[in-house]
Structures are given as C-alpha cells and as structure tokens.
C-alpha cells in the first residue's frame, strides 16, 4: 500500500455537510482548514464562521468535545486558497452542482501537493464528470467520499472510486476511513445513487406501493418494517419524512431517468399519496407535515396528538387500534430470527407486506451486483451503517434459508439473477459462514467462499460463544478470546447487570488467577455496554423493605468492583454506547478501560433516588485523594466530583468522559472504530500482563466535615438555580458524606471498606425513602427519571 499520511485536511464548503465532515475530522484530530465563499462585506469569513458556528451549536454535538473545535482553522477562497498547499487530502462539499464543482478542481490542481488526495462528498452527480479537464495525476488520487449526514452519527462513508483512480489510493480511503474515522466503508461503483440509496428509495416506493394496494395504515406497516424486521423505529414512512420528500423525490426522480435498464425501479407505479404530498409541498418534518402531522390536540401524558395519512383518502387520520396476528407476535418473540421465520408463515395483510417488500428488496439486491458493488457484504454493510438495520438484506436472507428466500420471490412475480441460480446448483446455500477469526462471503465473481477484508480486527463472538465457551449462566458467558485472555460477555437482557454477571466476573478472575490465564477483558459486542445494575430488583426489595437482602447486593457489587481493583491478573474494560450506573462502577476498578468514541458513561443513579454503591462513590473519593498533593487547594477538584454524580451527569462521548472523571487519561483510551474495542482491551491486557505487580490498598485521603461544609453550600445552591429538587438535595447530601468521609473532624486517611460502608449505609437509607420508591417506579415504568 502506497504511504499515504494524512495530518492535514482540507474542507471546501462550510454548508450543513461540509461543516458537519470538518467537525468530524477534527473530533479524530486532524488539522482542519475549511474554507467557503468571501462574503462581499469588510468581513470576508463571516459565511464560514456563521456556518460552522451553527452547526458547532446543532444537537447532538457534531463534535466529541467542544474545544476539539480548535483544530479547525477557517477561511475563505479568495485568501486562502493557496494553504490547500499544506493539506494531505482535500474534501469538496460545495453546492451539488456540476459547473462550480468542475470550476473549482480546476482551482485545486493548481494548487494541491502533488501527492494529495482529493474527494467529492457529492451524493449524486457521475464521478466520471467531476474531473472534467484534469490531469492524469489528478484523476489518479481523485476519489468520491460520501458522508452522510450528521456526519459524526451516520456511521456509512461510501467510497466511490473513478476509472483512473489508482488502487492504492481506493484500498487507502477504505482502510483510513475506517480505521482513523471510525466509519464503516463501502467500496460502491460510479452508478446513481451509488449504494445506500440505490436500494432504499426503490425499496420504500415499494412499500407504499404495497401498503397502498393492501391497504394498511401507515403507521402499522411502520411497526412492521421498523422494529419487527430489527430495525428503527422511523420504519418506511417516518424515515420518508426525516429524509425530506422533496429530496427523496429528486433522488428518485435521478434514479428514473439514468437508470433506464433498471426494470424493477422502473416498474413501480407512480404513488396517488406520495404525488399528493408533493404538490402539497408536505415535504415531512422540515415542512411540518409529510406522511404524518403532529396536530395541537394533546394525549393523556401530555404528548401531541399525531395523525397519520391515509393513502386511500389522502386524508391526516388519528391512530387506531389494529388488530393483526403478525402485529401482535412481532412483540412477543424477542429473538429477530425467530421473530422473521414467524412472520413469514403467516399469512394476514402485515404478513403479506413483510413477504412481498423482502422479496422485492431480495431480487433487487441480487440484481444490482455487479452493477453497484461486487460484494453481498459491501450492501449489508451500506443498508446496516446507513440506516441502522440489525440485518442486511443477503443476511436476512441467510436468516430465512436460501431456498425460502427463492420461493419467496417467486411466488412475489420477481427473478433471481444468473449467479443466484448458479449457486443454488452448486448447493452453496449461503451468504455468509463464518470461519474461526474472520467471515467469508460468497463472492460471485470469483464463484467460492472468501474472507471479509477487516472482519479479523474484531473478535469472532459468534465462534467464541459456540466453541470457547467456558462457562455460562443467564447473564454471562466467559470466553477464551486467544492470546490466554479470557473475556466476561454480557447475555442478560440489555446487559443489566444482576447477581450473575458479579458472580460470573468474579469467578473469571479466580479462573484467570488459579489456571494462568494471563488477564480478563469485561466486554460484549452490543451496540450498549449496559444501562446498569437491576433495578427491578432493587426497587422489588425497597418496596418490600428487604433491606438486608438490599445490603447483600450492594456488598456482592462492591466485592466484584474491589475484585477487579486488587486481582492478582490486568482486568480491562471495554465499553460503547450507554454505560450507565453499575457499568461504571466495574469501569472504574479495572486496570484500564477501552472505550468506543461514541460512549454515553455516567453515574446515574441519582436519577432513580440512589447513590452509586458498587464502589463507584467510593472511587471517586479515591480518585480525588490521588489528585491532591500537599498544599494545594483541593475544592474545585472535590466540588467537580461531586457534581458529577449529584446531577448524574452522562458524557456525550467517551472524549467527553475524561473531563467528567468517569475515564482517566493515564490508563484509559478512546477507539474511533467500531467493534475493535474488545480487541484493543484484549491488547492491553497482554501489555499489561508482563510486568503485572498486583496493587495494594493504600487509603483514601478524605476532607471529613470541612469538605462537607463546601458540599453542603455546593447542593444548596444546585437548588437555588434551579436545577435541583429538595430531594436532589437530599440525595446530594448523602453523596456528600461518603465523598468526604462522613462527618470526620479534621481530614485524614481512611480505608476503602470505611467509605464502602458508608456508600451501603447511604443507600439502605434512600432506598426506605417514599421518593426515592417513586423515582424506581417511575423509570420502571416509564423509562424516565422522575424530579419529584
Ligand atoms: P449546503 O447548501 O448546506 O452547502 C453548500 C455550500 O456550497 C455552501 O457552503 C455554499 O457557500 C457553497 N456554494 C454554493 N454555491 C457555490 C458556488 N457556486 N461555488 C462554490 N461554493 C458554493 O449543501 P450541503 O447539504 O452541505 O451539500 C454539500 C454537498 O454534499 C453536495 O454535493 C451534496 O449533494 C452533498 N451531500 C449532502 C447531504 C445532505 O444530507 N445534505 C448528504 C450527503 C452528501
């Protein structure tokens, strides 16, 4: 592979995508230099700055923490044009417009370093067309890179090469935009609407289709091909809306005419609805109406009223109940593959719509390769990553049976390509198998199995779990995951964390101590880590006032913690997505912990009338003794802290977890890809392991009553400004007391178990008070934190 380094990234366009890549880039730590249009007044920044400023001020964040805002420099094309001199790879995201595209290359060649790449983040014009006039060293590091938008959440970064592209610079975007930008990438073709929306346009069109001619409201056919098929909420009509009709009609409008031989797209009759909307201008959400409208009329909790459009009438309709066997069994069989075998052998209307749009969308990936990509990985990657779907289409095809799937089309009026066919004589029945380290595929070009480039970088679970299994009960598995490294995965339901996952945790470390395994990784390949201890249990003793059955819990949790603290062998951790409450607490008492960038950690018990009792307050006072150093003025440290837990505060990203205190900057580390962390915690647990010295406990510096007094004044004034209930205060007071070490007269050293025993005494008192009884009840059932 050519050397390409990249430190420095040029963006063109500060607009919605531009400013979005240009944040994105940053929060991976490039250098960035974004430039736009000079505005004509005495400032000649002001569009770049305006622009990025607000998308700096967007929700969510496009960045992982805001000074990484600094990394961006700004400018203009008449002034600082020439500094592309300086950029390893320059991004083009102006207008979607052929003429200033073409114009501004123009620019570029005259200026980029003769080695830099440049690319389009166009979402749809020939890439063929764009280096129009270039030289041949320009086409040759000429590439499409198209993001998606937001671009820091949208995980599908599309690559679409030209025909001079050079190879190296192809297998370099896809491996750097992987691996530095944590985007999954698919190699598509120069074909329209290259992969993602190839298929998802001509896909949702045949929904309505189907919907239209079956006659199922909108928002049951969105329960269907959202949830039920394991993917969004948003199913066909919300997504429609998100997207913008207007948009997802040009989209389409494209596909139409430059995709003339493309008998399927071409055969879907034109939508009496989806024509209405249009000439409507009812674009969706940016128009405030499109397949739904939120009315004024409000619900019993307080929601607005939504209505739904009836495709027959045309007509905005308020929800109502439908009774549907396909409906009412897609809630009640968690498991997605049962769940799309069920549903499949039934035969009401919602069976109906599932059978006829899988074998649509099934015959029309089948036929769209080679056209658009030459793998069924590259398009479950695209369909996966670029909206959230648990299966792609060849996987879910994998789910059914290959032959299922044949019938299924057949029996819909569509054809399988040659090289289904082929496949199906040959007796290769799937997709898909796995193979010990990696995933293969069938490739049909080359008419045999062969490994998913990249699949090696994250760990088989799927083999682990089947062949090195090593123990299992409800809420854990421990796997042998090579190396001598054993791995602690989660199995309980969204990885709540209860008596088994602290039992299981605590017997891989007596395995790894007693049977020379040289450490243990606490990780799953869930898209959440876990949301925290059980609370159903918690709240079930408190109402039953078990209170010495509460204070065994919270003394198993803390043994586990201080198990993982003191173990004779590296325990790391490896997080993504929520890691909330208990998962903190075992984060915390690892030796180190590797967390996926987008890591949502905190403590956040308080929200549900607790405090943290797994250790989690106790680490804190820990933490915070090791930060002092004589003399100095240890209040804003002991008042940050504080705050964090007495408010719940919840990173926006692991970035952002290191200011929190939740990670720590000396033994922990952030990972941009996906999946990997698990390895990378394995690796640090194989570099820690040389030379592992098992710690000792040294006691706990605490500040006792005049650290309190400073606490104390802290949560009152929490209250004053408003953002904390009495209650909160009250909660905060006990955070306090074990923060500081009780009410201690003058500070001193104390043992870990002293303020272990106060965190449990703490909450064996909030867990007797009536409020913190309705906060459980209330995140029970409503999954919210109640202020009472
Ligand atoms: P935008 O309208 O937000 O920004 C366009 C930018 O182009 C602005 O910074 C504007 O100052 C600049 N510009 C306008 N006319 C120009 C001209 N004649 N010469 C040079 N610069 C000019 O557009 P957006 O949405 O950021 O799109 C940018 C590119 O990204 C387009 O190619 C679009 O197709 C593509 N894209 C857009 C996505 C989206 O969701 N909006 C998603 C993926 C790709």
Redesign the pocket.
């Known amino acids: 592979m050519a050397s390409f380094h990249i430190r420095k990234i040029g963006v063109?366009?500060?607009?919605?995508?531009?400013?979005?890549i240009a944040c994105h880039l940053a929060g991976a730590g490039f250098q960035v230099l974004l430039l736009?249009?000079a505005a004509a007044g005495p400032d000649k920044n002001i569009?770049?700055k305006e622009?990025l400023r607000s998308c700096l001020s967007s929700k969510p964040s496009p960045l992982y923490r805001k000074d990484f805002a600094e990394r961006i420099k700004t400018g203009n094309?008449d002034d600082d044009f020439h500094k592309l001199a300086q950029c390893d790879w320059i991004i083009?995201?102006?207008?979607?417009?052929l003429?200033?595209?073409i114009?501004?290359f123009e620019k570029i060649e005259a200026v980029r370093r003769p080695d830099a790449i440049i690319s389009?983040?166009?979402?749809?014009?020939p890439i063929s067309m764009l280096t129009k006039g270039r030289s041949a060293d320009f086409k040759s590091h000429f590439i499409a890179t198209?993001?998606?938008?937001p671009p820091r959440y949208l995980q599908l970064l599309e690559i679409i090469p030209c025909v001079e592209t050079k190879p190296e610079v192809i297998d370099f975007m896809l491996d750097f935009g992987s691996r530095y930008l944590g985007k999954q990438t698919v190699l598509c073709k120069d074909r329209p609407g290259f992969v993602a929306n190839r298929i998802i346009l001509p896909y949702m069109l045949k929904v309505i289709e189907l919907c239209e001619t079956l006659g199922l409201p909108i928002y049951v056919a969105d329960k269907l091909m959202g949830p039920a098929m394991g993917r969004p909420k948003s199913g066909t009509f919300r997504l429609a809306d998100l997207v913008g009709l207007d948009?997802a009609a040009k989209v389409l409008q494209g596909l139409k005419i430059h995709c003339l031989d493309d008998e399927m797209l071409q055969n879907i009759p034109p939508s009496k609805a989806f024509e209405f909307l249009l000439r409507h201008q009812f674009y969706g959400g940016k128009s405030g109406k499109g397949f739904y409208e939120k009315t004024d009329e409000l619900d019993a909790s307080g929601k607005r009223k939504i209505r739904a459009l009836n495709l027959q009438t045309c007509s905005y309709e308020l929800e109502v109940p439908v009774k549907l066997e396909s409906l009412q069994l897609s809630k009640q069989i968690d498991d997605l593959q049962k769940r799309m075998n069920t549903l499949i052998s039934l035969e009401d209307e919602g069976a109906l719509l599932i059978k006829r749009s899988t074998a649509f969308l099934f015959s029309y990936v089948a036929h769209r390769i080679p056209e658009i990509c030459d793998t069924v990985y590259g398009i479950d990657q695209a369909m996966c990553s670029g909206f959230g779907w648990e299966l792609g289409p060849f996987q879910l095809w994998d789910v059914l049976g290959f032959q299922q799937g044949i019938e299924l089309i057949h029996d819909s009026g569509f054809t399988v390509p040659e090289w289904i066919q082929q496949m199906s004589d040959q007796e290769n029945l799937q997709f898909y198998r796995n193979e010990s380290e990696r995933m293969e595929y069938w490739n049909p070009l080359s008419g045999n199995y062969v490994s998913i480039p990249g699949s090696d970088k994250e760990l088989n679970f799927k083999i682990r779990c089947k062949e090195n299994n090593l123990f299992q009960n409800d809420e854990i598995q421990i796997l042998d995951i090579g190396d001598e490294v054993l791995c602690v995965n989660f199995i309980s339901k969204n990885n709540i964390i209860g008596e088994g996952i602290l039992r299981g945790i605590q017997y891989a470390i007596d395995l790894a101590e007693t049977q020379g395994w040289k450490g243990v990784v606490i990780g799953n390949t869930s898209e959440h880590f876990t949301v925290g201890a059980n609370l159903l249990y918690i709240g079930m003793m408190a109402f039953q006032q078990e209170y010495s059955q509460l204070d065994e819990a919270a003394k198993l949790f803390q043994e586990t913690s201080m198990r993982c603290r003191y173990s004779a062998i590296p325990v790391v951790c490896a997080c993504q997505g929520y890691t909330f409450g208990g998962g903190v607490e075992l984060l915390l008492h690892c030796d180190a912990a590797v967390a996926y960038a987008e890591s949502y950690i905190g403590l956040v018990e308080m929200g549900v009338g607790i405090l943290p009792c797994g250790g989690g307050t106790k680490e804190f006072a820990k933490r915070l003794s090791q930060e002092m150093k004589e003399g100095e003025v240890h209040m804003p440290q002991l008042i940050h802290r504080f705050k964090t837990i007495a408010t719940a505060a919840v990173s926006t990203s692991a970035h952002e977890a290191f200011d929190l205190g939740y990670l720590d900057d000396r033994r922990d580390a952030v990972c941009i890809q996906k999946l990997t962390n698990v390895r990378k915690a394995k690796e640090k647990v194989l570099h820690l392991s040389e030379n592992y010295v098992q710690p000792i406990e040294t006691g706990v510096q605490v500040l006792g009553q005049s650290g309190l007094a400073t606490l104390y004044v802290a949560a009152n004034s929490m209250q004053r400004a408003g953002y904390a209930s009495e209650y909160d205060v009250h909660i905060a007071r006990k955070i306090a007391h074990v923060l500081c070490g009780g009410e201690l007269s003058a500070p001193q050293k104390v043992s870990e178990q002293y303020l272990l025993d106060l965190e449990r005494e703490a909450f064996l008192s909030l867990c007797s008070e009536p409020k913190t009884l309705e906060r459980i009840q209330h995140m029970l059932e409503h999954r919210k934190v109640l202020r009472n």
Do not use: Q, W, Y
């Open positions: 063109l366009g500060a607009g919605l995508m531009g400013s979005g736009d249009r569009l770049v622009s094309f083009e995201a102006i207008i979607e417009e003429p200033p595209k114009e501004l389009s983040n166009t979402s749809g014009l198209h993001f998606f938008n948009t």
